[in-house]
């Protein structure tokens, strides 16, 4: 199985303390494990990642070179990475903008896109309902883990 996970999991599973830490953890060890089929994520979720990493008040805080760190270590080896061209990025705007939807949802829709991309038969979020919403026709896709 093909799977896509997003941000939400990528960080869950990264932080001990994440209430989410437990779910995310098992599915990371099972991507590792090689008990999936194919993992994804793109190359805007590993910038998303990173940038959630070192900004978010953790406690401890994770410093860029440990978020850098998990990701060499735990997502560039196992995972494959999804890139969207220009193209796919301007009709993920237009997307959005012929819904009405401004700020950060742009950024799942991405997500949703990639996925799409890689024709990824799973896709993981801790976002369900709100990724639901903005691809109704993937709706049976979207779980988290």
């Known amino acids: 199985m093909k ?5 939400t999991v990528l960080v869950a599973g990264c932080v001990a303390g994440h209430p ?13 494990a090689k008990k999936i089929g194919a993992a994804f994520t793109s190359a805007h979720g ?3 990642c990173f940038s959630v990493l070192t900004r978010t008040p953790f406690i401890p805080p994770i410093f860029p070179n440990d ?4 990701l060499s270590d735990n997502i560039l080896p196992a995972f494959e990475i999804v890139t969207l061209s220009a193209k796919e990025y301007q ?4 997307y959005c903008s ?9 950024y799942d829709v991405l997500h949703l896109h990639s996925a799409k991309k890689a024709a990824c038969e799973r896709i993981y979020t801790f976002n369900v309902r709100h990724f639901q919403q903005l691809s109704p026709e993937l709706r049976d896709l979207i779980a988290s883990p």
Do not use: K, M, P, S
Not at 67 to 70: C, D, K, M, R, V
């Open 3 to 7: 799977i896509y996970f997003d941000t």
């Open 20 to 32: 989410h830490y437990n779910q995310a953890v098992v599915a990371l060890r099972e991507v590792h």
């Open 98 to 106: 012929q819904n009405g939807w401004a700020g950060g949802r742009v």
């Open 91 to 94: 009709d993920a705007i237009q």
């Open 46 to 48: 590993l910038a998303e």
């Open 67 to 70: 978020a850098w760190q998990f």
